[in-house]
């Protein structure tokens, strides 16, 4: 069961990358984002209703690391798409940092608690606006 998360970055990034190019990007991320609150409340209402399954909760991972894919490559086009050739790379640093920042809050810590190495300074100036 471990696996239904991680084989959509084998069989969905390819494809992914291709409906990025051909559809609109803050659409698809606005339906990207309704389709994951969709999915992850039918593993809630399953629950509620005692009708708990693993194959179920296989299936939604799949689709929500498939969207999570699908989001993240809209994203990145969006961002290429909206700003300047050479603000391009400042604003995927911000894109980076708030996902580190996320991550660090979901995990309990900063990263730099965590680890002995000190915090990337690219990723704090972005986020800070510099």
């Given at each position: ?35 994951r609150a ?49 603000r391009v ?34 990723c704090w ?6």
């Amino acid at each position: 069961m471990s696996f239904a998360p991680l084989l959509p970055l084998l069989v969905v990034q390819l494809p992914a990358g291709v409906l990025v190019d051909r559809w609109d990007r803050r659409r698809l991320m606005v339906i990207c984002e309704g389709a994951r609150a969709v999915a992850l409340g039918s593993v809630v209402d399953r629950l509620a209703a005692g009708r708990f399954s693993a194959v179920q909760l296989a299936a939604v991972a799949f689709l929500e690391t498939s969207l999570a894919i699908l989001y993240r490559l809209a994203e990145r086009g969006a961002v290429r798409t909206l700003r300047s050739v050479r603000r391009v790379g400042i604003h995927h640093r911000r894109l980076q940092c708030r996902r580190r920042t996320t991550l660090d809050a979901l995990q309990g810590g900063s990263r730099a608690r965590r680890t002995a190495s000190p915090p990337e300074p690219m990723c704090w100036a972005s986020c800070s606006g510099v």
